[in-house]
């Protein structure tokens, strides 16, 4: 598809089990990004890839979360021992490379994975 | 203070009239400013870019930036019932570090 994809697009969950989240970006973005959304917040920074790697993983609430990217294209969202506070929609987005974007980080967001940890 | 600041809401305009959004963003070096806009339980769609000073307009849509004021509002002409949704401003600082600084969003009703 010509979108970013995420799955699954909904996943419950009981407290202390882990969960893999799963990000498909545009083709040809090189750039990816986590976000999440709690109800009724904003959006929350998680963290950004340029290509596989990770330089700004300053959002990652804990050390249960990680992610990590795969020939510069999928990417997968980790969350160990999950609580209830990790409830909330996990969103992915993309865009072209930072330094040679004309479109000044124009991001795309994924249709997001619903959490619920119960 | 915070990053990103939106005009508190909700905003409820008759339909056929314009809805103004307004944002205030902390860093003065930002770059590029977006809106996004958001339905009930669907993920945030972007609608405008704008990257200089001035207007920019896409059919009902206008973005305005203001770098001197900090300032970003986005105008919709002829409001419509499907305009009714959550509208988010976000900022990029422009550093090699791509995150993107949102605001929480203002809620707009477009009532027939």
């Known amino acids: 598809g010509a979108g970013v994809s995420q799955s699954p697009s909904n996943k419950v969950t009981e407290k202390g089990k882990d969960v893999e989240l799963r990000c498909d970006p545009i083709?040809?973005?090189?750039?990816l990004y986590w976000y999440r959304q709690s109800l009724g917040q904003g959006l929350e920074f998680l963290i950004y890839f340029q290509g596989n790697s990770a330089p700004d993983k300053s959002g990652l609430p804990s050390d249960r979360f990680s992610a990590e990217r795969t020939g510069g294209s999928v990417s997968t969202l980790t969350i160990q021992r999950t609580q209830q506070e990790d409830s909330a929609v996990y969103l992915c987005?993309?865009?072209?490379?930072?330094?040679?974007?004309?479109?000044?980080?124009?991001?795309?967001f994924g249709p997001g994975t619903r959490l619920t940890v119960l | 203070q915070k990053e990103v600041e939106q005009n508190s809401g909700p905003l409820s305009v008759p339909e056929g009239a314009i809805a103004s959004l307004n944002c205030t963003y902390s860093?003065?070096?930002?770059?590029?400013f977006f809106w996004y806009r958001q339905y009930s339980g669907k993920s945030p769609e972007l609608i405008m870019s704008i990257y200089s000073n001035g207007d920019k307009e896409d059919g009902r849509f206008t973005a305005q930036l203001n770098k001197a004021s900090q300032y970003v509002s986005l105008l919709i002409r002829d409001s419509q019932p499907s305009d009714s949704a959550t509208y988010l401003c976000?900022?990029?600082?422009?550093?090699?570090?791509?995150?993107?600084?949102f605001g929480r969003g203002t809620q707009l009703t477009v009532w027939p």
């Open positions: 860093d003065r070096g930002s770059q590029s």
């Open positions: 976000a900022v990029w600082r422009g550093s090699t570090l791509g995150r993107l600084y």
């Open positions: 083709s040809g973005h090189t750039a």
């Open positions: 987005a993309s865009s072209l490379e930072l330094q040679r974007a004309l479109s000044y980080n124009e991001q795309f």
